[in-house]
């Protein structure tokens, strides 16, 4: 493919790595109608990963929760086991990186897939928080390198963050961009790299003041939790907190004359963050096994999580729908 081409979704996407997040990144490509190449250094775990994913495309069929215009068998035809990182990335334009956050691993992967691919390949990486100008400083290719950071579960939880290393070809981030559009994820772009990136930052401050105000007392870790699913969190999740300021006031000047003064004072009295852990982290423990569930039941209560999640992406797909219609 030639570099600024739109990518058609007959094109090859290569999937390194096919734990919880390749997985479903190859259940993304495969729904648009994308071929994909999905490897592991485990055999055995590929054989585990298209099990599951044959399962959860059966699940999604079920729940009327498919992506695109193709049918559950359609979508799974599409994805092939790799037997080597070669066959996996051979003929690919756009290569997902999806093995565990560490950077030796990382890098000696990319050090393989970079003798071999063609100067135009996409090469991204699924990283979290290892910044893309570490993982690619050493490659040939590493004027193609990109962080594509998608959300977990990334099937119900649309955004992925794009960020470039200093040295990323112009055209890498809006073929990148227009890629993640077109198989139905909601990419934003860094404009440079920064440590934890957008949503850990902004995940991270949440968890900050949430720590701060169970440790002082202020309130339990139920009721903390609450502010976010019956407060803050059910307009976080149509609109963002500029929009939300936006709407609160008469537009975000009026927002500034009404309440800036007020934000400032209480933010200057966060001070610095309390390292998690502690007496603090064994009273969350305790009152989270209560009002949860027992850590032995996790994953019955993540499915628990899911199934809203499922519903609340299928209500807002539709919503969606209607403002694009009206
Ligand atoms: N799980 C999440 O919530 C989440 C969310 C966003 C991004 N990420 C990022 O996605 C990446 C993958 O995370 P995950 O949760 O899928 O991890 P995982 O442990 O579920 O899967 C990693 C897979 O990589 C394989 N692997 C290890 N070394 C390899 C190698 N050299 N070559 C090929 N395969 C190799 C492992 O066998 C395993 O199957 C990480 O960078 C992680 O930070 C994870």
């Excluded at 390749?22 to 485990?42: H, K, N, P, R, T």
């Excluded at 049918?71 to 990335?89: F, L």
């Excluded at 691919?117 to 991204?124: E, F, H, L, P, R």
């Excluded at 701060?212 to 307009?235: P, Q």
Aim: include cysteine; proline fraction near 5%; glycine fraction near 8%.
């Amino acid at each position: 493919m030639a570099a600024k081409d739109t990518p058609t979704s007959d094109m090859k996407v290569g999937i390194i790595g096919s734990g919880l997040i390749g997985q479903s990144w190859a259940m993304l490509f495969a729904s648009a109608g994308y071929q994909v190449g999905i490897y592991d250094v485990e055999i055995e775990q590929v054989k585990k990963a298209l099990q599951n994913i044959e399962q959860q495309l059966l699940d999604l069929e079920e729940q009327g929760l498919l992506r695109g215009n193709l049918n559950k068998q359609e979508q799974r035809e599409r994805i092939a086991a790799a037997s080597t990182i070669g066959d996996c990335v051979k003929g690919a334009f756009y290569i997902q990186e999806c093995v565990p956050e560490r950077l030796d691993i990382k890098k000696g992967v990319w050090g393989e897939v970079d003798k071999i691919v063609n100067v135009d390949v996409i090469m991204a990486s699924s990283s979290s928080s290892l910044l893309p100008s570490k993982i690619s400083d050493n490659l040939k290719h590493r004027n193609r390198f990109v962080v594509s950071h998608p959300t977990n579960p990334p099937f119900y939880a649309p955004l992925v963050e794009i960020i470039p290393a200093p040295w990323t070809d112009d055209d890498v981030v809006p073929t990148t961009k227009s890629l993640l559009e077109r198989i139905g994820q909601v990419p934003v772009v860094l404009k440079k790299e920064i440590d934890g990136f957008v949503l850990n930052r902004i995940q991270y401050s949440i968890i900050g003041e949430a720590w701060r105000l169970i440790n002082d007392d202020i309130i339990s870790a139920e009721d903390l939790d609450k502010v976010m699913s019956t407060g803050l969190g059910v307009r976080y999740a149509f609109m963002g907190p500029l929009e939300t300021a936006y709407l609160n006031a008469d537009g975000m000047k009026s927002y500034i004359e009404r309440y800036a003064e007020m934000i400032y004072r209480i933010q200057t009295s966060f001070g610095q963050p309390l390292p998690m852990g502690g007496k603090t982290g064994d009273k969350i423990q305790k009152e989270l096994e209560s009002y949860v569930c027992p850590v032995e039941r996790v994953t019955e209560r993540r499915q628990w999580r899911d199934k809203r999640l499922a519903a609340l992406a299928k209500l807002k797909k539709e919503m969606d729908k209607g403002d694009s219609a009206s």
